[in-house]
C-alpha cells in the first residue's frame, strides 16, 4: 500500500485533543500551539496556503521529539510522526538546521568523531561538559572486538549505533558477549555508520540516504540469520526506511526475549542498590515498536528487587532536540525524577542508547544499561 501524502494524514485529524495526554511537550509547555494537535492544524494551515512558513512556526515544528506517543494514542489513525518527518523534510532539506544541531549531527554520524574524539574527549574534562551536552566517554578499543570471516554465516549481525559506538563502547563489547554466551555467533562488522535516523527526523533527508546506502552495502556484503540493534529508533529507521527485503530485525530485549527467554541473570545486580530498580521504557520500544513485555520479562525475575514504573514518561532526550530545547528537555526530564523520587528507585535500567545517555548523565541514582542485568 502507497505510504499517505501529509495531506492525506492531516485530514484524518478530527480535532478531539486526545493527543495532548501522550505528548511530553504538551505536558512540560501547557500550550496548543505545542501540542500535536496544534501541529497538525498549523501544517493543515501551510498546506491550505493560509499561512506562510515562517521562522516562528518552523520552530514549533522542531519541538516535536519525535516519540510516537501521539501515534499511538490517536483513535483516528493520524500517523504525526511520519508526517512531521515528511514535513520537516519538504520544508527544510538540512538548510535550516542551526549550525549549532549540524555540528552535533555530524558527531553522531561519527565523520567528526572518528578523526578528532580526542577533542570531545578532552573537552568532557572541563567545566564545558555540560554546556556541550557531554556525556562521560569510556575507553573500550572496539577494533579489538570487530572481525568479520567472510567465508562464515553468522547467526547475528549487531548493529551497534552511533552513542555506543562512540560514548560507551564498553556496552558494546558487553552485549556481544552476552550473545555470544547464548550460543550465537556474532558479526560486528567494520564500515557501519549511524543508521540516519537523527539526520532524517530533522529533516535532512539527503544525508539520511547516504548513510543508508553505505550501511545497506555492508550488510549485503556479509552473510548473516538477524540483525540485533540495542537501539531502537535504529530498529525503527531500518524497518521503516531501509530496503532490507527478507532480513529479520529485532531489539536486543526483543530479540532475547524471543529467542532465549531463559538467559540467566546477574543474581548480584540488584544487590548494590539502597531500594528497588527499576525500568525506563524508552519511547520507541514502547510506543513506535510496541514493546512492553521484552524487557520486564527478564526484569520481573528480580522479585521484589524491581519496582514497575507503569508510567511511560518520556525522559527529555530525543537526540538533537535536547541541545534545540533544552528548557523544555530539562521540564519533561523532572517529570521523570519526581517519578522515580515516589517510586524510591534506588537505581534505573534502560534500553535506549540515548535515554541511557540522558539520565546517566542526569540522575543521581545509579544508571544501567539493559544488557548490564545478565550474567557476564
Ligand atoms: S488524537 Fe488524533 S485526531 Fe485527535 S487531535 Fe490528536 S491527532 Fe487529531
Ligand atoms: S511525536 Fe511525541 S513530542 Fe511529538 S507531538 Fe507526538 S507525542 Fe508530542
Not at 552495502?217 to 524497518?239: D, E, M, N
Not at 517529570?335 to 534502560?350: F, H, N, P, S
Amino acid at each position: 500500500m502507497a505510504e499517505k501524502t501529509i495531506t492525506e494524514i492531516a485530514r484524518l485529524c478530527a480535532d478531539c485533543g486526545t493527543c495532548q495526554s501522550a505528548c511530553p511537550v504538551y505536558g512540560a509547555e501547557l500550550s496548543e500551539p505545542n501540542s500535536p494537535r496544534g501541529k497538525v492544524n498549523l501544517i493543515k494551515a501551510v498546506d491550505d496556503g493560509r499561512l506562510k512558513t515562517n521562522a516562528n512556526n518552523r520552530a514549533l515544528l522542531y519541538q516535536c521529539l519525535v516519540c510516537g506517543g501521539c501515534d499511538q494514542a490517536c483513535p483516528n489513525g493520524v500517523e504525526f510522526t511520519s508526517m512531521m518527518i515528511n514535513y520537516r523534510n519538504r520544508i527544510s532539506s538540512g538548510r535550516s538546521i542551526p549550525w549549532l544541531k549540524k555540528l552535533l549531527l555530524f558527531f553522531y554520524q561519527g565523520f567528526i568523531l572518528r578523526k578528532v574524539l580526542w577533542l570531545p574527549r578532552l573537552l568532557a574534562r572541563t567545566p564545558l561538559k555540560k554546556k556541550l551536552f557531554l556525556p562521560s566517554f569510556q575507553n573500550t578499543d572496539l577494533k579489538k572486538i570487530r572481525g568479520h570471516d567472510r567465508s562464515k554465516s553468522y547467526d547475528v549481525l549487531l548493529f551497534p549505533g552511533c552513542v555506543l559506538t562512540y560514548f560507551y563502547p564498553e556496552k558494546i563489547a558487553g552485549i556481544k558477549a552476552l550473545l555470544e554466551k547464548q550460543g550465537l555467533s556474532v558479526l560486528l562488522p567494520p564500515g557501519l555508520h549511524c543508521c540516519g535516523f537523527p539526520y532524517l527526523s530533522q529533516g535532512w533527508g539527503k544525508k539520511f540516504s547516504s548513510l543508508k546506502k553505505k550501511n545497506q552495502a555492508v550488510f549485503r556484503s556479509f552473510r548473516f540469520q538477524y540483525i540485533v540493534v540495542p537501539c531502537s529508533t535504529g530498529v525503527l529507521a531500518f524497518k521503516k526506511y531501509y530496503d532490507l527485503p527478507g532480513i529479520e530485525i529485532f531489539e536486543l530485549s526483543e530479540f532475547l526475549f524471543k529467542f532465549r527467554p531463559d538467559a540467566a541473570l546477574d543474581p548480584d545486580f540488584a544487590k548494590p542498590f539502597p531500594g528497588p530498580f527499576t525500568y525506563h521504557d524508552p519511547c520507541h520500544n514502547l510506543k513506535s515498536l510496541k514493546l512492553q513485555r521484552e524487557a520486564r520479562h527478564f526484569l520481573e525475575q528480580f522479585g521484589d528487587r524491581y519496582r514497575d514504573d507503569a508510567s511511560a514518561l518520556c525522559c527529555g532526550f530525543g537526540g538533537i532536540f535536547k541541545v534545540g530545547f533544552p528548557a523544555t528537555s530539562a521540564r519533561i526530564l523532572d517529570k521523570k525524577t519526581d517519578k522515580l523520587d515516589e517510586l524510591g528507585a534506588g537505581a534505573l535500567v534502560t534500553s535506549c542508547p540515548g535515554c541511557y545517555m540522558q539520565l546517566k548523565e542526569s540522575l543521581p541514582i545509579p544508571v544501567y544499561f539493559f544488557s548490564d542485568i545478565f550474567k557476564k
